[in-house]
């Protein structure tokens, strides 16, 4: 029995959620998935299953999610949720919940057969959402007659806005063209008037396609002019779609659009509560009445027929393979798939005799179709692509079973080069995504993983020069921006936008131009861009100057990302001196107010290492003494230094040194702050500084650690350097304490008890002893050593 069929059996809630584009059928699908212990949703595009990865990974975590398509797989470590494409589906898998999204595709000629098998054989284990328009309900009805179908309204209007030339249409507007030709013509003439386009087309990488989509979404550009791949999957910021025709090439011929089809596009129009509009360029002209009645009300005729194709296959022998796959409907609502690419391959295969001769059992029948059903992204001849199936048929059906890496590494290396035009960088994107499909069946390489991960490499290569090419060709920056005094300057975030198109950022209290508007050209646009900035500059020195927002960088000073100041050496280690940077959009009052700003912080700074002995009132002068060398030791100091001051203190004078957290030990006299992490870093940074190197504080929050700095900078930071160690100076107190007792009482002290004290293993232990005075027998019994009056006695 499948697993299907044990789940039917149990019986599983089966709900289809039905409506037109902009309804939230998916956002309800989601939330309702992650409400189940375990769950998996299939979604028509690679695009859209990655957004809702992406999705639930930042509300649930990388480990409990998996992305399966079938050209990436992610998997967590103990994935409860799964986000596919809807070939990618693995059924085998039982899950709770199971959703399927637009599932109206089920009468496509091209996909159809895919979403029937999902609607007739995929069931959660307790629920099952079928999501999609409002056109498969009857046959859905008929087939799957448990359903209860729920109803969805539309979130937004969407009405008809007539018909316009392509440059007068407004702004937020998508254009859509039905070939890669007629949107690139159409993108030339919009770039022509409007000053640039974003371009989205079918054949482009899901990367290359993000980014021409984020030119879009970010305002940089206002058109977007595509193919019918924003049909799906793509939910941006679109007021307003424009058809410049109805008809288009769909793999088998060309063919008028449906109104089902036409509705699916123009609802890309308004998202949300934010109404949209549809309409035409003259090049389409206007559309009938009843057809625009129709895509303002979603209201479409509804499917006649659902494609199918059989899933149960006979592997028992070639033409037993061949009659199963040919296998004729169960139910007139059905119609079977022809002329399908993977059964022209099998049977192009078949005729070969290296093919014929290794197929001598089932398992090797089933490695053959399997590899058949190897995408062809190149949209080759059969003939062609029956070539490369055959290679990797012949490797995996021969004595290693698997794919050479050799074979692979040549492919993507050849590959992997960005020199050329659009046509050619789509061409070796659509072969490298082919490649990327094989590297993810894990059983047909050795190191999978690895081959994946550098076909992914390549991939985002030439996606990245794909899409500077796409820019370059279809965006003109110079057009986009007004002339200098006529720009409309507002601040979002770090990004400046100047007449609605992005001008640059705001790093700081720097303007720094976008790309493509740093030329002599654009620098009465610039200056325009740095006057209207005016008010935010203003912001800015009022936010520095009232808060915590300043960063240092070495010895850059940086606030909210821009340069303002740097600090270089001064007399002292506690004197260094800090210098403004010039900033071109402060007056000279402004740039006052920021150096007083930078002069405070850097004072505050400083006395978080010694501010606790600045000079203090009533103080005796052995008592100031004891703090001036603080002061100077970065709030730590060797006792025999100050010890001549020490012994001229009274009681009075140790409370007052006590209340200003000085803790006077046998060999150190400190400041208890003095090793903590904050004054540290100071501490480490003020040296540095001072005798210009980089020098590391201890990691980890490590007390004890091997030499690997001068002595000065262990001093600087309240350590100390006694033999292979640099020992923190509160823990070198305590530990020598423990010595000295050890000591006078004779008792035994393990090693490993007095490397627990100082946070290193055993091997320093004997050698710190003796550094710091002890004498350490075989034993570890530790004397202190004789004086010299007891010696000469």
Not at 396 to 411: D, I, T, V
Not at 573 to 599: G, N, Y
Not at 664 to 692: D, I, M, P, Q, Y
Not at 753 to 769: D, I, K, M, N, Q
């Amino acid at each position: 029995m499948s697993t299907a069929a044990r789940i039917l059996e149990g019986g599983s809630r089966v709900t289809a959620l039905r409506g037109p584009t902009n309804t939230g059928k998916t956002h309800r699908a989601i939330e309702r998935m992650l409400e189940h212990r375990s769950g998996m949703i299939g979604l028509p595009l690679r695009l859209l299953a990655r957004e809702v990865y992406d999705r639930l990974v930042a509300a649930r975590g990388a480990d409990a999610v998996a992305l399966v398509t079938g050209e990436e797989k992610r998997v967590g470590a103990d994935p409860r949720w799964f986000v596919c494409t809807v070939e990618a589906m693995p059924m085998d898998r039982a899950v709770s919940f199971v959703a399927v999204d637009e599932i109206q595709l089920a009468g496509d000629r091209n996909r159809g057969h895919v979403f029937t098998d999902r609607l007739l054989h995929a069931r959660g284990v307790i629920e099952t959402m079928f999501l999609g328009s409002d056109t498969i309900e009857p046959l859905l009805r008929r087939l799957v007659p448990e359903a209860r179908v729920v109803r969805s309204e539309r979130l937004s209007t969407l009405s008809w806005a007539g018909c316009r030339k392509v440059t007068s249409l407004p702004r937020r507007s998508a254009v859509v063209a039905f070939s890669a030709d007629r949107v690139y013509e159409t993108a030339e003439r919009i770039r022509a008037v409007h000053g640039g386009t974003a371009v989205v087309l079918g054949a482009l990488s899901p990367r290359a396609r993000n980014a021409q989509v984020e030119l879009y979404q970010s305002g940089e550009v206002q058109y977007l002019v595509a193919t019918d791949a924003i049909g799906m999957g793509l939910n941006m910021d679109v007021s307003h779609v424009a058809f410049t025709a109805r008809r288009k090439f769909d793999g088998r011929g060309f063919r008028d659009l449906t109104p089902a089809e036409l509705g699916q596009i123009a609802g890309r129009a308004g998202r949300n509560r934010s109404d949209g509009t549809f309409g035409t360029t003259r090049e389409l002209g206007e559309l009938e009445p009843a057809l625009i009645a129709a895509l303002e009300g979603h209201e479409f005729a509804p499917l006649r027929r659902l494609f199918w194709r059989n899933s149960e296959l006979d592997f028992s022998s070639p033409r037993a393979l061949v009659d199963s796959l040919r296998r004729p409907p169960p139910s007139p609502e059905l119609v079977p798939m022809r002329d399908e690419e993977d059964e022209a391959v099998l049977a192009a295969l078949l005729e070969r005799e290296s093919i014929l001769e290794r197929l001598g059992d089932v398992d090797a029948l089933m490695v053959l179709w399997e590899a058949c059903r190897i995408p062809d992204y190149r949209k080759t001849m059969v003939s062609a692509h029956a070539d490369l199936v055959g290679e990797v048929a012949l490797h995996l059906l021969g004595p290693s079973a698997a794919l050479p890496g050799a074979w692979m590494g040549e492919r993507l290396d050849r590959l992997d080069n960005t020199v050329g035009d659009i046509e050619a960088l789509m061409t070796r994107i659509a072969y490298i995504r082919t490649l990327t499909y094989i590297t993810h069946q894990r059983r047909w390489m050795e190191h999978a993983s690895t081959w994946a991960e550098r076909a992914r490499e390549v991939e985002d290569h030439l996606s990245d020069a794909l899409h500077e090419r796409l820019t370059k060709r279809f965006v003109d920056r110079r057009a986009l921006i007004s002339r200098g005094g006529a720009v409309q300057v507002r601040v979002e975030g770090h990004q400046v936008f100047a007449a609605e198109h992005l001008a640059g950022h705001l790093r700081g209290l720097s303007f720094e131009a976008a790309p493509g508007v740093t030329g002599a050209a654009d620098r009465g646009f610039r200056n325009a861009v740095r006057r209207g900035l005016s008010e935010a500059v203003a912001a800015a020195i009022e936010q520095l100057c009232s808060g915590e927002s300043l960063e240092l960088d070495g010895h850059l000073v940086r606030y909210s990302g821009g340069l303002v100041g740097r600090v270089e050496p001064g007399p002292t280690r506690l004197e260094p001196r800090i210098i403004a940077h010039r900033q071109d959009l402060l007056d000279t009052a402004q740039m006052e107010r920021v150096r007083q700003r930078l002069r405070g912080w850097l004072a505050a700074r400083i006395d978080t290492v010694v501010g606790a002995v600045r000079p203090v009132p009533g103080a005796s002068p052995q008592a100031r003494a004891v703090l001036y060398a603080l002061e100077l030791g970065l709030g730590s100091v060797p006792r025999r230094q100050v010890d001549r001051f020490l012994r001229r203190l009274d009681g009075e004078d140790k409370k007052l040194l006590a209340r200003q957290g000085v803790r006077l030990g046998a060999l150190n006299v400190f400041l208890k702050n003095a090793a903590k992490t904050r004054s540290a870093e100071v501490a480490a940074w003020l040296h540095n500084l001072w005798k210009r190197s980089g020098h590391d504080l201890p990691a980890d929050g490590r007390v004890a650690v091997a030499v690997a700095a001068p002595s000065e900078f262990y001093d600087a930071i309240a350590f100390r350097v006694i033999g292979p160690l640099a020992v923190r100076v509160d823990v070198l107190e305590r530990a020598t304490a423990r010595l000295r007792d050890a000591a006078r009482g004779g008792a035994r002290l393990p090693v490993g008890e007095l490397a627990s004290w100082l946070g290193c293993g055993e091997g320093p232990v004997r050698p710190f002893a003796e550094a710091a005075g002890f004498v350490v027998g075989d034993d570890l019994v530790v004397r202190r050593p004789a004086s010299r009056r007891g010696r000469r006695r």
